[in-house]
């Protein structure tokens, strides 16, 4: 009878370590339904993953699957706000999911300011028990898209409301993401960027889905050597790099890449 309990205890403690959590961390001006509309979610379930939830700042909604070998929630971020405030949002949402699943490892994959948000979570240790970081097309050394939002905002009154008045709502956005666009300019001394690419980075797997190629071929908002986490100075060599010949926006093959990445 104890050999019998032995083994069941093994059994369980196997089944365990199998198991595998992954959250979807959406981009600027996205949200936990980007990976809905893009196919992502439909395509993860195709191939085995189950939906567990979606976690917001108010809270989380669980779905009926929450018990699954291999599971995923989506989550809700402010997009609009600065990194660190979405990462310290993020990694509430971690320390829920980890006392829901204890042991169990968890994977992070970011959509492009998602990984950027994914990362700093994972420097300031705030995940437990890491396994990967996969960032789709993030900007890990910057974008000039982001200086070039700031410099068509930076009016001064009356010109701006003048802007406002014939740009409409997304003028409107942009300024009021000035401090999140500020954290992903190019790193250079003094910017968020060039802070955290510093940082010690924890040792679990890194992968980065690049989309290459010049704007128009390729994609048009992140140039591809800033996808590359290999450009980071600490991870210098530790990134497997992906290249995927799409666009910025996510994509259903997107779905099927990552389950083949986390099969490996």
Known sequence: MKRFFALLLLFSVSMISKADVMLLVHGYLGSAGSWETSGVSWALEQQGWQRAGLMSPRGLIPASDAKAVNKFYTVDLLSMAPIGFQAEQLRRMISLVERRHPGEPVTLVGHSAGGVVSRMVLVQGGVKNPKALITIASPHLGTLRAI?????????FPISVVKEFFAGDLYGVVRDSWEVLLDLTPEQPGNLLYWLNRQPHPEIEYI???RPGPIGAGDELVPAFSQDMNQVQTLKGKSRVVTTP???ALQPSDGRLLVELLAE
């Open 148 to 156: 070039e939002a700031l410099e068509e905002t930076d009016d001064p």
């Open 246 to 248: 799409v666009s910025h």
């Open 208 to 210: 980065s889905v690049v």
